[in-house]
């Protein structure tokens, strides 16, 4: 009777494995062909909008902060207009490509960069950061998009790096 338990509990613990290392993955996956086909049931899936709203906010405005204190004044309604412009899928695509995860090309059309580094790292067990950049960027340029799980699924509730508060920058 002991042995097929063993066996069980085993089973249990790898199909669990696979799938914390794969759910994130297929987060990731699905949070791209949002973006990239402007899907709005993906998005909706896989991005907690009000957590993601919150952190954007506060993550700009830290960062204005440290520019000057008239930019962190003048700063507030930018950062909110900007935090609205972000939640989209023209917004995130924005993000993406401020990463270094598309390259822009000719005649408006942007094309996917195949040198682009993409790692994950697992936090803990419900926090998984993945981290895109440029192979030819420094690793701490690198965008970190942190997805938490809720449930069984994993949604996208933080952007952040060192590129994104140039996000709002015209030049």
């Given at each position: 009777m002991g042995r097929p338990f063993r066996w069980l509990l085993l089973g249990a613990v790898l199909l669990t494995g696979i799938w914390y290392v794969y759910a994130p993955r297929r987060a990731w996956d699905r949070f791209l062909d949002g973006v990239v086909f402007a899907q709005e049931g993906d998005l909706q899936a896989t991005v907690d909008f009000p957590t993601l709203r919150d952190h954007l906010r506060r993550d700009l405005r830290a960062g204005l902060a440290r520019q000057s204190s008239l930019a962190a004044t003048a700063g507030g309604a930018l950062v909110d207009q900007l935090v609205g412009q972000v939640m989209t899928p023209q917004g995130?695509?924005?993000?993406?490509?401020?990463?270094?995860?598309?390259?822009?090309?000719?005649?408006?059309?942007?094309?996917?960069?195949?040198?682009?580094?993409?790692?994950?790292?697992?936090?803990?067990?419900s926090t998984v950061d993945v981290r895109i950049r440029a192979a030819s960027a420094d690793p701490q340029d690198a965008g970190v998009f942190t997805f938490t799980r809720q449930g069984l699924q994993w949604r996208l509730t933080r952007i952040w790096g060192s590129s994104l508060t140039r996000l709002g920058d015209s030049s």
């Open positions: 995130f695509a924005s993000v993406v490509t401020a990463f270094g995860m598309r390259t822009p090309g000719t005649a408006d059309r942007d094309t996917l960069d195949a040198r682009t580094v993409t790692s994950f790292r697992y936090r803990g067990p």
